[in-house]
Structures are given as C-alpha cells and as structure tokens.
C-alpha cells in the first residue's frame, strides 16, 4: 500500500484527515488599492486567513502655484514638492480589528499670482505616516529681467520600517519678457513631477501618485493657473 509523507513546515493533516496549508505559508493571496482621497477603513476579519500584511503609504503632491503677468513681462513658476513614502510588514496580531486608512488628496493649484497648496498625507492606522509635498511658490513679479525662483523641497520622512521623503520640485528661470522656463514638480516613490515649460500654460499635471505639480508661465498677460498635485494611495498586500 503506498503511503505520501508530507512536510510539517507547510501542511497539515486536519481531524476529518484533510491535507491542509498551514497558515501563514501561502504567500501573497490579494491586494487592496485604496486610491480615492478621504478616509476608509481596513477589517481584518474579512480575511480569516490572513496572516500578515504589507503596507505602502504614498502621500500626495503640492499643487503648484499661479502666474499672472503684467504686459511686455513674464512670471515662471517653481515646480511643487513631491509627497513622501512609507511601508511597513506587521504581523496579523499586530493590527486592530479595525483600523483607519487615510488617502491624501493632491493640493490645488493657485490662481493669479498665489501659491500652490499642500498635497494631503497619507496613513494606515496612525503609525504608517507620510507628508504631502509641499505647494509651489508665487512670490516672484512680473518683469522682463533675468531672474530665479528657488526650488522648492520635497516633503519630509514620515514613520514606517521603510520612511522616503519625497522629490524636490525644481526651481524657475526668466531669462527675458518672453523668455523662462517654469520648474519640473517633485517626483514621489509612486510617481512622477509635473513637466517645467518654456511658453505659456497652466502648471503641468504630474503622473502616478504623489508627484508634485509643474510650475505654470505667464506671459505678457494672460493669468495662467498652477497645476494640481498628485493624489496619494495606500496599498495593503494581504499574506496568507
């Protein structure tokens, strides 16, 4: 009579004689994306047989900020910061019943000569942190003069067993009343920065998540509002 040996670190022989998985030896079985800003919540009973989880937070990215030229001038703008990455491995005990998830949301262009706003952080049950990318500026004036904006810096660390802060959005240069170049947005661990221009247009709209918005360039005239960041996303990878 032929008989199969079975290895304990994997299976298991139940009481009604069924060869069974033992838990926490299946690997990756599904993948949660949460992509709509706001907030949400994450119930581990749902999954019964979920033994541990991967979390990666990636924050949102800083809207770039607005441009309004006078006549025979030009204003670029700075491209905005990207928003910061986190993740973390807990094991199934580790975690809450419930807990909280927390997308953030791009920040909003600015219009007329203003700033851009503060992309939203990121969370998974308040210890996953990120910070958005902060907001391009708008404090250089119309003129038709050499002159630059500084860069603006990405977002900080936040908290997590891996922590990345994000891009840094580039700086801006006009050369002349006709001539600039508006500064590239931040990129993120999830994303890419919005594109820098040299003839007019609002701020160039990032790619991904987390990516800061591109600098918009006004020229002899016309207002040209900035771009919006990058909105963020957590993923949590459920292990068997």
């Given at each position: 009579m032929a008989s199969v040996?079975?290895?304990?670190?994997y299976f298991n022989v139940s009481p009604e004689g069924e060869l069974c998985l033992n838990p926490g030896t299946m690997g990756l079985r599904e993948t949660l994306y949460f992509r709509t800003p706001g907030t949400a919540q994450f119930r581990k009973g749902d999954y019964p047989w979920l033994a541990r989880i991967r979390v990666r937070v990636q924050a949102a990215g800083g809207g770039s900020g607005g441009a309004d030229s006078s006549a025979n001038g030009s204003i670029p703008r700075p491209g905005a910061g990207g928003g910061g990455y986190s993740e973390s491995l807990f094991e199934v005990g580790e975690i809450g019943a419930v807990e909280s998830i927390v997308v953030?949301?791009?920040?909003?262009?600015?219009?007329?000569?203003?700033?851009?706003?503060d992309g939203g952080g990121s969370s998974f049950a308040g210890v996953v942190t990120t910070?958005?990318?902060p907001g391009g500026s708008a404090n250089t004036a119309s003129g038709d003069t050499n002159v630059t904006a500084n860069a603006i810096?990405?977002?900080a660390t936040g908290t997590g067993q891996l922590a990345i802060g994000g891009g840094a959005g580039e700086g801006a240069?006009?050369?002349?009343?006709?001539?600039?170049?508006?500064?590239?947005?931040g990129d993120s661990h999830l994303g890419f920065g919005g594109y820098g221009r040299s003839t007019?247009?609002?701020?160039g709209a990032p790619r991904g998540y987390g990516g800061g918005a591109g600098g918009a360039?006004?020229?002899?005239?016309?207002?040209?509002?900035?771009?919006?960041g990058g909105n963020g996303l957590v993923i949590v990878e459920l292990y068997g």
């Amino acid at each position: 009579m032929a008989s199969v040996c079975a290895c304990g670190d994997y299976f298991n022989v139940s009481p009604e004689g069924e060869l069974c998985l033992n838990p926490g030896t299946m690997g990756l079985r599904e993948t949660l994306y949460f992509r709509t800003p706001g907030t949400a919540q994450f119930r581990k009973g749902d999954y019964p047989w979920l033994a541990r989880i991967r979390v990666r937070v990636q924050a949102a990215g800083g809207g770039s900020g607005g441009a309004d030229s006078s006549a025979n001038g030009s204003i670029p703008r700075p491209g905005a910061g990207g928003g910061g990455y986190s993740e973390s491995l807990f094991e199934v005990g580790e975690i809450g019943a419930v807990e909280s998830i927390v997308v953030g949301e791009g920040g909003a262009g600015g219009a007329g000569n203003n700033p851009g706003d503060d992309g939203g952080g990121s969370s998974f049950a308040g210890v996953v942190t990120t910070f958005g990318g902060p907001g391009g500026s708008a404090n250089t004036a119309s003129g038709d003069t050499n002159v630059t904006a500084n860069a603006i810096l990405g977002a900080a660390t936040g908290t997590g067993q891996l922590a990345i802060g994000g891009g840094a959005g580039e700086g801006a240069l006009r050369i002349s009343a006709s001539q600039g170049l508006s500064g590239r947005g931040g990129d993120s661990h999830l994303g890419f920065g919005g594109y820098g221009r040299s003839t007019t247009g609002p701020g160039g709209a990032p790619r991904g998540y987390g990516g800061g918005a591109g600098g918009a360039f006004s020229y002899d005239g016309p207002a040209e509002s900035g771009g919006k960041g990058g909105n963020g996303l957590v993923i949590v990878e459920l292990y068997g």
